[in-house]
Structures are given as structure tokens and as C-alpha cells.
């Protein structure tokens, strides 16, 4: 919860020798150049697997903001030695505390109730606490939780919610029109489309994909309807300078649309964060967005996608990938630099903590029947991950105490591996302990 208090960001990041931060190729910056600034206070460390997740998430979102001049962000390093700081402050965009500053390091942590990592707090302009949740705020919302503060995430809560209450007439009904047109000048009740599955399809004429792919979604749809499929699309033009151009490329489309330079064009392209054209928005026939655009599937797999849903979209890729599933290779647990064979002759596991991801190659293990669920950014598993005809059970817990080598040791049955990486605690066997950003 953000705090009341307002503070100096002279005085809260510089020390008495030192009124700079540094940069990771060792220029020095003025800490008075951040007054002023939106500024993020980011405690992390090389050695912390989530910490090595985020950053990218972070860096991701900085780099458009900084662009602004506005937003910057300080690492507060917890490495525990200059080597794995300057390793990872490499990979780093923004400023840092200068590692030997240990004493300012330590106030800001105690400051600001600093008891594990990855830890963002966000100061506003005047230097108040926007917020100290930050690390949940970008991987949930993005740059769309900027600036970060609480009436930014309401309005973000509120459009969620108003998503969950989506109908076809919220989308498509506006205060003077309740109605649809087709290219012969028809006017079609918006009602006519509820419990349909539609596709919105924005587009402009002229525009050269746009114009390729309308010619595919022309083929698409009179196959649709030839099966009788009960789909709709209705085209969303952005062109709002020629109505006489917009009304003669409708007449060559089988499907609906919103009138010409109608209010709604711009709003919904807004609402569904059409950032590309030509983008076709499904619409399930619950009212509820299925598939934010499936102009890429439709052309790859045509009909044979329908009803474009993501659903499907695995479904599809399930088919394509079915040699890959029968090769079954081998089971390993990737954390760091270290693989962890947790059962030999068996199918193969690859779990990379590090990435956060497993490739489709990865998930051939399904004929032994291993099941591995991993939650490296939040740090949570579910409570028993079961392993058939006694067969290891794996878990991976990123947040809580750090990895001793005894973790690491895999029994033949029913035997468990933990991994524990971000606690601001330390243990004995720390400096063991290999570089989680690693690997």
C-alpha cells in the first residue's frame, strides 16, 4: 500500500562522498536530473531466479516510458560480490547505487520493509510512494499500470470488469444507432447477432495487407457459411476520409458492417487494443472476446481453425506437433547452470527457470505420464504435483529460502527437489550457490 510520506530523491539514494548514479558502462548521472521524475526503487539480485525473470519484464516496460524522458528506474543490488553486480547490472537499461555503497543499500531496504526480491517501489513526481507493488503491477498490467498509481490500476480493474460484462450490443450498439449495415444498404439489428460467432474485422481500404487478406477472409467465410457455420463478421473501417471509396470496397465483402465514420470505429479499436491492421477480433458467442486477432491463423490453417478461439489454436498445433510428442526424450530439470536428471530411461522434462518456459519438444513426455507444473514469477505451485507409477515429484518454489546443494539430490522414488531462490535470509551455503541469471 503506497505511503503517505513524501520523499527528497537527493537524499534518499546519495551519500555523503557521492551525489550520482551510475550506468553500466560507468557513466556517472546526477541525482539531481531525476527530480522531478517518476521513479522506480528496484531491489533485485543475480543470484534470485524471479529477480532474473522480471528484469526483461521491467526492461520491457521502461524502455518506452524512459523514451518519454519521464520514468527511471534505480537497481538496489542484494549480489553478494562486485563480479555477479556488474554481470547483471549489464543486462540493465537504467541507473544504479554503486554496488561498495552498502550503507545506502541497507537504509533503502530497511526504509522501505524490503524482505524479499524481486521488489519494485514506485515514487511519484513529488516523490510520494505510488506504489510498492510494483513487481505485480508490471507483470499484470504492464506499460498500462504506468504511472502507478491507485486510480490508474481502478481504471484498469473497471475495463477488465466492464470486459467480463462484454455482449455483442455493448461492442456494437452506440446511443443513436442499434444497428448494423450490409453492403446493399440494408440496416441489420445488432440483436440479429446475439449467441453468433463473430469476427470484427478492422481494416482500410487501400491498405495493401489489408487488401490481401480481405480476399482470404472472403474465401474463409463463404466456406463458413457453405457448412452453415453460424458466423458473422462485421467490418470495422478505419478510413474515415472517403465514403464513397469505403462504400465501394463493401459492396465486394459478403458481411456486415458499422456505418461509415461511425463513433464507435475509433472507440472499439481503443477498447480492444487493435494496434495493427488487418486485425480480426472473435467475439464468442457468449459475448466475450475468444481471440484477440486471428488474421495470422486463419491464414495459416484457413477453416480448419474455426472457431478461432486459442483453444482451437492449441488444438491445431497439437496435430503438427504430434511427431515431436513420440520422440520422448529424456527427464531434466533445468534451474541455473545445473540439470537434474529425475529419472533415467524415462520421457524429458525441460524446465528452465530462467525462462519461465518449456518448448513444445519439452512437453513430449506425456506418454510417461510426468507431470511437472512450475510457477517461477509467482513462486507458487500447486500443492501436490502427482507422478504416476512412482515417479519423482517436482517442485519449484522461487520465494522462499535459497538453494543448498542438498535440494538438488533426486531419489530414485517418489523423491522431491525444491528449489528456493529469493529470500533476502542467507544460509550457509550461499556462497556455493551458482548464478540463477545464468544458464
Given at each position: 500500500?503506497?505511503?503517505?510520506?513524501?520523499?527528497?530523491?537527493?537524499?534518499?539514494?546519495?551519500?555523503?562522498?557521492?551525489?550520482?548514479?551510475?550506468?553500466?558502462?560507468?557513466?556517472?548521472?546526477?541525482?539531481?536530473?531525476?527530480?522531478?521524475?517518476?521513479?522506480?526503487?528496484y531491489?533485485?539480485?543475480?543470484?534470485?531466479?524471479?529477480?532474473?525473470?522480471?528484469?526483461?519484464?521491467?526492461?520491457?516496460?521502461?524502455?518506452?516510458?524512459?523514451?518519454?524522458?519521464?520514468?527511471?528506474?534505480?537497481?538496489?543490488?542484494?549480489?553478494?560480490?562486485?563480479?555477479?553486480?556488474?554481470?547483471?547490472?549489464?543486462?540493465?537499461?537504467?541507473?544504479?547505487?554503486?554496488?561498495?555503497?552498502?550503507?545506502?543499500?541497507?537504509?533503502?531496504?530497511?526504509?522501505?520493509?524490503?524482505?524479499?526480491?524481486?521488489?519494485?517501489?514506485?515514487?511519484?513526481?513529488?516523490?510520494?510512494?505510488?506504489?510498492?507493488?510494483?513487481?505485480?503491477?508490471?507483470?499484470?498490467?504492464?506499460?498500462?499500470?504506468?504511472?502507478?498509481?491507485?486510480?490508474?490500476?481502478?481504471?484498469?480493474?473497471?475495463?477488465?470488469?466492464?470486459?467480463?460484462?462484454?455482449?455483442?450490443?455493448?461492442?456494437?450498439?452506440?446511443?443513436?444507432?442499434?444497428?448494423?449495415?450490409?453492403?446493399?444498404?440494408?440496416?441489420?439489428?445488432v440483436?440479429?447477432?446475439?449467441?453468433k460467432?463473430?469476427?470484427?474485422?478492422?481494416?482500410?481500404?487501400?491498405?495493401?495487407?489489408?487488401?490481401?487478406?480481405?480476399?482470404?477472409?472472403?474465401?474463409?467465410?463463404?466456406?463458413?457459411?457453405?457448412?452453415?457455420?453460424?458466423?458473422?463478421?462485421?467490418?470495422?473501417?478505419?478510413?474515415?476520409?472517403?465514403?464513397?471509396?469505403?462504400?465501394?470496397?463493401?459492396?465486394?465483402?459478403?458481411?456486415?458492417?458499422?456505418?461509415?465514420?461511425?463513433?464507435?470505429?475509433?472507440?472499439?479499436?481503443?477498447?480492444?487494443?487493435?494496434?495493427?491492421?488487418?486485425?480480426?477480433?472473435?467475439?464468442?458467442?457468449?459475448?466475450?472476446?475468444?481471440?484477440p486477432?486471428?488474421?495470422?491463423?486463419?491464414?495459416?490453417?484457413?477453416?480448419?481453425?474455426?472457431?478461432?478461439?486459442?483453444?482451437?489454436?492449441?488444438?491445431?498445433?497439437e496435430?503438427?506437433?504430434?511427431?515431436?510428442?513420440?520422440?520422448?526424450?529424456?527427464?531434466?530439470?533445468?534451474?541455473?547452470?545445473?540439470?537434474?536428471?529425475?529419472?533415467?530411461?524415462?520421457?524429458?522434462?525441460k524446465?528452465?527457470?530462467?525462462?519461465?518456459?518449456?518448448?513444445?519438444?519439452?512437453?513430449?513426455?506425456?506418454?510417461?505420464?510426468?507431470?511437472?507444473?512450475?510457477?517461477?514469477?509467482?513462486?507458487?505451485?500447486?500443492?501436490?504435483?502427482e507422478?504416476?507409477?512412482?515417479?519423482?515429484?517436482?517442485?519449484?518454489?522461487?520465494c522462499?529460502?535459497?538453494?543448498s546443494?542438498?535440494?538438488?539430490?533426486?531419489?530414485?522414488?517418489?523423491?522431491?527437489?525444491?528449489?528456493?531462490?529469493?529470500?533476502?535470509?542467507?544460509?550457509?551455503?550461499?556462497?556455493?550457490?551458482?548464478?540463477?541469471?545464468?544458464?
Amino acid at each position: 500500500m503506497a505511503s503517505d510520506a513524501v520523499h527528497d530523491i537527493n537524499s534518499l539514494v546519495s551519500s555523503k562522498d557521492r551525489d550520482f548514479l551510475i550506468r553500466n558502462n560507468g557513466d556517472q548521472v546526477k541525482i539531481s536530473s531525476l527530480v522531478g521524475k517518476n521513479v522506480g526503487l528496484y531491489f533485485s539480485a543475480s543470484w534470485c531466479i524471479p529477480c532474473c525473470l522480471f528484469t526483461p519484464k521491467l526492461a520491457k516496460v521502461y524502455e518506452p516510458l524512459a523514451s518519454k524522458s519521464d520514468f527511471e528506474v534505480i537497481f538496489i543490488s542484494s549480489d553478494r560480490d562486485e563480479n555477479s553486480f556488474k554481470e547483471y547490472f549489464s543486462k540493465m537499461p537504467w541507473l544504479s547505487i554503486p554496488f561498495a555503497d552498502l550503507e545506502t543499500k541497507k537504509s533503502l531496504k530497511k526504509l522501505f520493509n524490503v524482505n524479499g526480491i524481486p521488489h519494485l517501489v514506485v515514487l511519484d513526481a513529488k516523490g510520494k510512494v505510488s506504489t510498492e507493488e510494483g513487481v505485480d503491477l508490471v507483470v499484470e498490467y504492464g506499460v498500462d499500470a504506468y504511472p502507478f498509481t491507485s486510480q490508474q490500476i481502478q481504471a484498469l480493474v473497471d475495463k477488465e470488469a466492464k470486459k467480463m460484462n462484454q455482449t455483442i450490443s455493448s461492442l456494437l450498439v452506440s446511443k443513436s444507432r442499434s444497428y448494423v449495415v450490409s453492403s446493399d444498404g440494408n440496416q441489420i439489428p445488432v440483436s440479429e447477432l446475439e449467441g453468433k460467432l463473430i469476427g470484427l474485422y478492422f481494416s482500410m481500404h487501400g491498405h495493401k495487407l489489408c487488401d490481401e487478406f480481405t480476399q482470404k477472409l472472403i474465401e474463409a467465410y463463404k466456406k463458413l457459411k457453405e457448412k452453415g457455420e453460424n458466423f458473422e463478421i462485421v467490418l470495422i473501417s478505419l478510413d474515415d476520409k472517403d465514403e464513397n471509396l469505403f462504400k465501394e470496397a463493401f459492396k465486394t465483402m459478403p458481411w456486415l458492417a458499422l456505418p461509415f465514420k461511425d463513433e464507435k470505429c475509433q472507440e472499439l479499436k481503443q477498447y480492444l487494443e487493435v494496434s495493427d491492421i488487418p486485425s480480426l477480433v472473435i467475439i464468442g458467442t457468449d459475448g466475450k472476446t475468444s481471440n484477440p486477432n486471428a488474421v495470422e491463423l486463419i491464414k495459416e490453417h484457413g477453416i480448419d481453425a474455426y472457431p478461432f478461439a486459442l483453444k482451437k489454436i492449441e488444438g491445431v498445433d497439437e496435430v503438427s506437433n504430434t511427431k515431436l510428442e513420440s520422440e520422448s526424450p529424456k527427464p531434466v530439470l533445468v534451474c541455473g547452470a545445473k540439470d537434474l536428471d529425475l529419472e533415467k530411461n524415462k520421457g524429458k522434462v525441460k524446465v528452465s527457470c530462467c525462462s519461465g518456459e518449456m518448448s513444445k519438444m519439452d512437453e513430449g513426455a506425456k506418454e510417461e505420464k510426468l507431470n511437472v507444473t512450475v510457477s517461477c514469477c509467482s513462486g507458487e505451485t500447486s500443492k501436490n504435483e502427482e507422478v504416476e507409477e512412482e515417479k519423482p515429484k517436482v517442485k519449484v518454489s522461487c520465494c522462499s529460502d535459497v538453494m543448498s546443494k542438498n535440494d538438488e539430490k533426486v531419489e530414485e522414488k517418489k523423491s522431491k527437489v525444491k528449489v528456493s531462490c529469493c529470500s533476502e535470509k542467507t544460509s550457509k551455503n550461499d556462497k556455493e550457490e551458482k548464478d540463477g541469471c545464468k544458464g
